[in-house]
């Protein structure tokens, strides 16, 4: 009955044709044109989202929030539900209503002298990026692999992208919330009435609050303030490859070693052979044969004035002399003289290093029966490279321990590296998932990592490992959930946090 009420006035609050009472139809079209809401690559216990409703204003989810909090009825937040391999658009708690802000997709701002946008969380890389062309701007945006996700969805999951601003999150500027009890709060220099440096200085004055709302259910973004990059006068494009798997680890080095010393600026992506042939295989089987020559691939750029390009150039290849086999292969574009690089005007990247969103990767994986799928395991591990190559011949051999493929997908950052374990796999292989799941967890504790980011099923459990000072983390977590959201009306289970009252016991929700 109270499910019946709270739909019936999030129709009156929306308009009837923006509920879907069924969740096959309604949200942004997918993977084989699916307009269903939840997981398109559920595993053997799969989460069931409920009816979805999607408003169009802040005033509107500010009255469902309301609305949510007088019946007491969960809803799962998703800016577009795109997060491929992490559980899409599903809740962690079955039949939650799904609050879709897909509509929601105003570009309030571009700023071109001052490198940032405000945007809604329906905008995807895709609308930005053809604004900003439209507009003939001289900005790169950062993008990730699949450029149909949402700007604000991905920076609040901390997702990653190619450029200069590719931690996106160490690149938001200022938020607006609808709050859990329906009020509006912005951060940083929001704070002040009609501010002009809210999407420039992050800081504010007092507590910075932005990164509570990270990767968490206390609040409902509603804008992002988001800095991007002069687009460049030229652009490098750099492949190094290494012929032996242990030539990893001076690998991983050298690179690390050339962020840290502000040579490259960009994370330098690093691929396996079997991630190689995956990737040309869909395009040219005998660039998959020339590939598989190589154990590793590593593909950065350089950004900057020409003047300087030639310089950096020669001071990456003297430090790749000193990594045993490595080959390096470089292209460099400049613009015309006294102007600045169209991205569109560069050939295509394997990954988005020039800022051009696009859908190419998302063409391997199908949501049917018969397609394939894919799911991450994604541990955050220190940048040398011997600690990552370590990890990386466990994590390996327990993948292949389960007679699944590991996928190597590393994004290496200057002090850290994101070690993707991308696994590929069809649909009938997917009840193996868990037991490989918690087989690379367990391994991974026993060395003193955790995964940056999870799939919904896994949510509880990678939260119980936070476990220090008798799991501090967790206790205030649930201590800000019960002050903020005492009703547990926002994506309850969210990152592992609950109420204090949720039995989550009860749900089966961790159990191995």
Request: aromatic share 10%.
């Amino acid at each position: 009955m109270q499910l019946e009420e709270f739909l019936t006035a999030a129709e009156a609050i929306v308009g009837a044709n923006n509920v879907s009472r069924d969740p096959t139809t309604g949200a942004p079209e997918g993977l084989d044109g699916s307009r269903s809401y939840g997981d398109p690559f559920p595993l053997s216990r799969p989460h069931k989202p409920g009816p979805a409703i999607r408003p169009e204003t802040v005033d509107q989810v500010r009255d469902l929030v309301h609305c949510a909090n007088k019946l007491k009825v969960p809803m799962w937040t998703v800016s577009r539900g795109k997060n491929l391999g992490y559980g899409g658009s599903a809740p962690v708690l079955d039949d939650s209503i799904i609050l879709d802000l897909h509509r929601m997709n105003k570009i309030i701002e571009i700023n071109e002298e001052y490198a940032y946008a405000i945007v809604e969380p329906g905008v995807t890389f895709i609308d930005l990026y053809e604004e900003i062309k439209r507009r003939k701007l001289n900005l790169w945006l950062s993008v990730p692999a699949i450029g149909w996700g949402s700007v604000v969805g991905n920076t609040l999951e901390r997702g990653i992208g190619y450029t200069p601003e590719a931690a996106h999150y160490k690149y938001q500027c200022g938020m607006e919330v609808v709050l859990p009890d329906g009020d509006l709060l912005r951060t940083g220099m929001g704070v002040v009435e009609d501010s002009k440096v809210w999407p420039l200085y992050s800081g504010g004055f007092g507590p910075g609050l932005d990164g509570i709302f990270f990767q968490s259910n206390y609040g409902i973004v509603t804008k992002i303030g988001i800095h991007m990059s002069p687009a460049p006068e030229a652009y490098t494009r750099i492949i190094v490859e290494v012929p032996e798997e242990p030539d990893f680890a001076p690998l991983v080095g050298a690179m690390t070693d050339l962020m840290r010393r502000r040579i490259v600026a960009n994370p330098p992506q690093l691929f396996d052979r079997m991630t190689l042939i995956i990737g040309a295989a869909r395009m040219d089987p005998e660039v998959a044969k020339a590939l598989g020559e190589y154990a590793w691939r590593a593909g950065f750029a350089l950004y900057g004035p020409p003047e300087a390009q030639a310089g950096l150039l020669n001071t990456v290849k003297r430090r790749f002399e000193q990594v045993k086999g490595a080959k390096l292969t470089s292209e460099t574009f400049n613009a015309a003289p006294g102007e600045y690089l169209r991205s569109e005007n560069i050939t295509p990247d394997f990954l988005p290093q020039n800022g051009v969103p696009g859908i190419d990767h998302a063409l391997a994986f199908s949501s049917k029966e018969d397609g394939l799928w894919h799911n991450c395991y994604s541990p955050v591990l220190p940048p040398s490279g011997r600690e990552l190559y370590e990890w990386y011949v466990r994590a390996k051999k327990i993948t292949a321990d389960h007679d699944l493929n590991f996928v190597a997908d590393f994004h290496v950052f200057d002090r850290y590296v994101i070690s993707i374990n991308l696994i590929m796999f069809h649909p009938p292989a997917k009840a193996r998932l868990y037991d490989v799941q918690y087989a690379l967890m367990d391994d991974s504790k026993k060395l003193g990592y955790l995964e940056y980011r999870t799939h919904i099923s896994f949510m509880e459990a990678t939260a119980v490992n936070q476990t220090f000072n008798n799991n501090a983390f967790g206790r205030f977590t649930t201590m800000l959930k019960d002050t903020i959201d005492p009703n547990g009306i926002l994506s309850p289970g969210k990152q592992g946090i609950w109420n204090s009252t949720a039995k989550s016991e009860r749900l089966g929700l961790g159990e191995k």
